[in-house]
């Protein structure tokens, strides 16, 4: 079976060991998100929690189907610092995750390669301390259909591992389901032929 409709991302916040180079300290902090609000929040948190540091500089990436990523260099000399964490996002093979590498400037210069180890490096280190797991993408469905139906309905669904997120259960009962991306079109066909069920995706 096809594994495309899988993905990895973060569940927790992490932080991975300090990197130095000529002085200057380099802090990772990795973070789930799944919106611009969330990066927000904790962009000024952790300006909060270092305002004596010269460089917040970070990346993100969001979503599955359609990604919406940005990297951010926050003063530091172009693509020294944001892509390069970036392309950690990309190596780990992670979305729905914001990484920030805070910088505590040590009096030397780094230049650009030296830069872009260090925020490199600072990315590398914050996921490695990250726990990485596997989701899978799922499509929602709706089910409308009479109580009569319901033994019926429930068995189809617990043979073809669909989860039930919401129902309604009355004398019409209505299930909201999410199944995994590359079994949609088979749940779609089982109760779209199923007499006295009505099956529409979410």
Known sequence: MSEDDLYKTITKPA????????NSKFYGFTFPV?????????LEAIKKE???????????Q??????QYR??????????????????????????????????YGGVKLGVGGLINAYRTG???ALEASKIVERTINKEFQLKFEYKNMSKVMRLLKENNAEITNQILELNCLLEISVRKNHGSKIFEIF???????????
């Open 192 to 202: 779209d032929q199923f007499f006295g069920v009505e099956i529409k995706e979410l």
């Open 123 to 125: 990315a590398q280190l």
């Open 71 to 104: 990297a951010n260099d926050d003063g530091e000399p172009s693509n020294s610092a944001g892509m390069p964490i970036y392309g950690q996002i990309q190596s780990f093979e992670v979305t729905n995750i914001l990484i920030i590498v805070v910088r505590y």
């Open 15 to 22: 932080q991975g060991e300090i990197f130095k180079d000529k």
């Open 34 to 42: 799944s919106n611009e609000d969330q990066i927000k929040e904790h």
């Open 50 to 60: 270092h305002y004596a540091a010269r460089h917040w500089c970070y990346a993100f």
């Open 62 to 67: 969001i979503g599955t189907d359609s990604i």
